[in-house]
């Protein structure tokens, strides 16, 4: 069984995700990273990947299904897939599920919930490491990362202006998806404004009763 993550951005999607995949020994597959990895490879889908990102352009939805049934041929059936960030809306949900299903692979899916005045609070108030890129949340008080002691900066794209436009393609684009999910698959709740253990709990919770 995979697992699909669905949360806004300051969910808390990202870190819960990474818990999930090292508990239950599942492969974390995330755009971006992919993305990212395929660009440095040396075959026909990875001088794809690197063309597109090097012209600065968005990904098409035909390329990324590709990457996504590039991963899936490395692993075995037994093997769990946790998508992190896909589908991100509906012409990519209907391809995933499509996919999904010549794969012969079954998935529920979680998200992560949290209200857009949240969201935006924690997404103006957070910092991150200027070294290594670790993200604190306004609750972290020190001045200093706590893994390479590097400075914590407000990041330039964290700015009033450019959250709102985040948010609102969320809202736009991946809530359909949630709501078509919620008709035709298996999609569960977790309130992610509770403490950062509290929601871990839950999903530990939810997740041993889908995996037995
Ligand atoms: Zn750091």
Same mark, same amino acid.
């Given at each position: 069984?995979?697992?699909?993550?669905?949360?806004?951005?300051?969910?808390?999607?990202?870190?819960?995700?990474?818990?999930?995949?090292?508990?239950?020994?599942?492969?974390?597959?995330?755009?971006?990273?992919?993305?990212?990895?395929?660009?440095?490879?040396?075959?026909?889908?990875?001088?794809? *990947?690197?063309?597109?990102?090097?012209?600065?352009?968005?990904?098409?939805?035909?390329?990324?299904?590709?990457?996504i049934e590039n991963f899936s041929k490395?692993f075995?059936?037994?093997?769990?897939v946790?998508?992190?960030?896909?589908?991100?809306?509906?012409?990519?949900?209907?391809?995933?599920?499509?996919?999904?299903?010549?794969l012969?692979r079954?998935? *529920?899916?979680?998200?992560?919930?949290?209200?857009?005045?949240?969201?935006?609070?924690?997404?103006?108030?957070?910092?991150?490491?200027?070294?290594?890129?670790?993200?604190?949340?306004?609750?972290?008080?020190?001045?200093?990362?706590?893994?390479?002691?590097?400075?914590?900066?407000?990041?330039?794209?964290?700015?009033?202006?450019?959250?709102? *436009?985040?948010?609102?393609?969320?809202?736009?684009?991946?809530?359909?998806?949630?709501?078509?999910?919620?008709?035709?698959?298996?999609?569960?709740?977790?309130?992610?404004?509770?403490?950062?253990?509290?929601?871990?709990?839950?999903?530990?919770?939810?997740?041993?009763?889908?995996?037995?």
């Amino acid at each position: 069984m995979d697992i699909v993550l669905f949360g806004i951005q300051g969910s808390g999607k990202g870190t819960q995700g990474k818990i999930i995949a090292d508990k239950y020994q599942m492969r974390i597959f995330e755009t971006g990273a992919e993305l990212r990895r395929l660009a440095k490879e040396d075959s026909s889908l990875g001088k794809k *990947v690197k063309n597109l990102i090097e012209a600065g352009q968005l990904v098409p939805n035909e390329i990324v299904m590709e990457i996504i049934e590039n991963f899936s041929k490395d692993f075995n059936k037994n093997e769990k897939v946790l998508f992190d960030g896909i589908p991100r809306k509906m012409e990519q949900a209907q391809s995933f599920d499509k996919l999904m299903k010549e794969l012969n692979r079954e998935f *529920v899916c979680i998200l992560m919930d949290i209200s857009e005045k949240e969201a935006y609070r924690r997404l103006t108030t957070r910092r991150i490491c200027e070294e290594c890129k670790s993200v604190y949340p306004s609750t972290y008080e020190k001045e200093k990362c706590e893994k390479c002691q590097g400075k914590l900066i407000t990041r330039q794209d964290d700015n009033p202006e450019s959250i709102k *436009v985040r948010l609102d393609s969320y809202y736009k684009e991946t809530m359909p998806v949630i709501e078509y999910y919620e008709k035709t698959a298996k999609l569960y709740k977790i309130n992610g404004e509770q403490k950062i253990d509290k929601v871990n709990n839950e999903i530990i919770e939810l997740l041993d009763k889908i995996f037995t």
